[in-house]
């Protein structure tokens, strides 16, 4: 690839964002998704074994998403697959990426602040940045993620614009959210119905954390198209942002219907392999505590349990000896990868997790069946004593 030639293409590739004008803005970040060998394939892998190759550099500092291998249990995976993907990462690494390999940049490797201007690819990333910590960056793609980052700017579009984060919807919820996995299929009815328009969540009975808010939109990022949800109470400026006027009451009935379709009975743990998946978006230090924490009282796990997480935590835990700990329980931590797992489908399992994210995901790509329940709900019913 010639470097001028590569950058004129990159520049044309923002300019398709905006068509009749040619108005930029300045990033002091970039995070690329599309980087699994499992999504790009041969021709990805090619295309960014040339652009290592060019000679261009990024601009600024530029994380990347989680691959499909953990380079430290690599036994169960193809071997072909498990060099191809070394190779994409050795690529972006040339470029000037940091070896992130985490879908939560934010925590550790890419820090953010309010009002920050960035371009980020991954939905739960984006949407993260944008309505927890208020910073402000488009639902990028893995091109114009990529472009972004070698120029140093983005297109001047969508929530870069005055009114790009105007609320549009306001979605008003009156139940009782009780865990995890209802916040995130709040998430997910909010997007089927939000579309790419941006809402505004209002809770009666906002009882969760941070990490169950992390869940909501990582849900409404798998079926919405929007770059972040205005959260009452909870996202930088709610107060003064100006309320929609259109309104939509959820109820429970609402977040059984998404159950309904990401969501079945699990069959017996001995009639089948079962699978419990859980780290998307990645476990953050804190979650995994709160796992171990979960896991005291039992002895050893009567089915799998899969935990994904990034290099920084997982060094974090490994450190504090939870990691250990989980081990002798039945835990297998990983790392780098994401829960679109080298090996995970080879045998058909039955995954169980607490993600709708994950749920959405391996039932459309890999074509498992999933069931939905929360950390609490699977140790009581798999924690072996």
């Keep these: 690839m010639n470097k001028r030639v590569t950058k004129r293409i990159f520049k044309k590739i923002l300019e398709a964002m905006q068509p009749g004008r040619k108005r930029y803005i300045k990033i002091s970040s970039a ?4 980087i699994s060998y499992l999504n790009i394939g041969d021709a990805g892998l090619e295309f960014l074994e040339d652009l290592g190759r060019s000679g ?13 291998v953990d ?21 972006l690494k040339n470029i000037g990426a940091i070896e992130s390999l985490t879908c939560m940049p934010y925590l550790f490797d890419n820090p953010l602040r309010k009002n920050q201007k960035i371009a980020w690819a991954e939905s739960s990333a984006v949407l993260y940045a944008n309505s927890i910590i208020g910073a402000s960056t488009n639902k990028e793609g893995s091109l114009t993620a990529l472009a972004s980052a070698i120029l140093g700017y983005t297109a001047r579009t969508g929530i870069h614009l005055r009114n790009g984060k105007k609320p549009r919807i306001l ?3 009156n139940g009782e959210l ?10 997910y009815v909010m997007g089927v119905k939000a579309g790419a328009e941006i809402p505004y969540l209002r809770l009666k009975k906002p009882v969760g954390n941070i990490l169950c808010y992390k869940q909501l939109l990582a849900g409404f990022g798998t079926s919405g198209a929007a770059p972040m949800v205005w959260i009452e109470n909870l996202t930088p400026g709610f107060s003064r942002v100006k309320k929609p006027v259109r309104k939509i009451i959820l109820d429970r009935t609402t977040l059984e219907e998404g159950r309904r379709i990401l969501s079945e009975e699990a069959p017996p743990f001995h009639s089948k392999r079962l699978v419990f998946v859980t780290g998307c978006p990645h476990m953050s230090p804190e979650e995994i505590k709160i796992f171990h924490e979960t896991l ?15 290099r920084s935590a997982y060094l974090e835990s490994f450190q504090k000896g939870l990691l250990a700990e989980l081990s002798e329980k ?6 780098d990868s994401c829960v679109m797992y080298c090996s995970l489908k ?17 039932r459309g790509s890999f074509r498992l069946k999933t069931t939905l329940k929360s950390l609490k709900e699977f140790v009581e019913e798999y924690g072996g004593r």
Excluded at 31 to 34: D, K, M, N, R, V
Excluded at 56 to 68: A, E, Q, S
Excluded at 178 to 187: F, I, S
């Design 31 to 34: 995070h690329l998704s599309g």
């Design 56 to 68: 261009l550099k990024f601009k600024v500092r530029t994380t990347i998403n989680p691959g499909c």
């Design 71 to 91: 380079y430290d249990s690599t036994v169960e995976c193809d071997p072909e697959v498990v060099e191809k993907q070394r190779r994409i990462i050795r690529s």
């Design 171 to 173: 979605f008003q919820y």
């Design 178 to 187: 009780k865990d995890e996995v209802d916040y995130g299929l709040l998430g």
């Design 296 to 310: 005291r009282s039992v002895d050893r796990l009567s089915v799998e349990a899969w935990v994904f997480t990034s």
């Design 330 to 335: 039945g835990v297998r931590v990983f790392k």
């Design 346 to 362: 080879k045998d058909g399992a039955h995954v169980i997790t607490n993600s709708v994210k994950a749920a959405y995901y391996l």
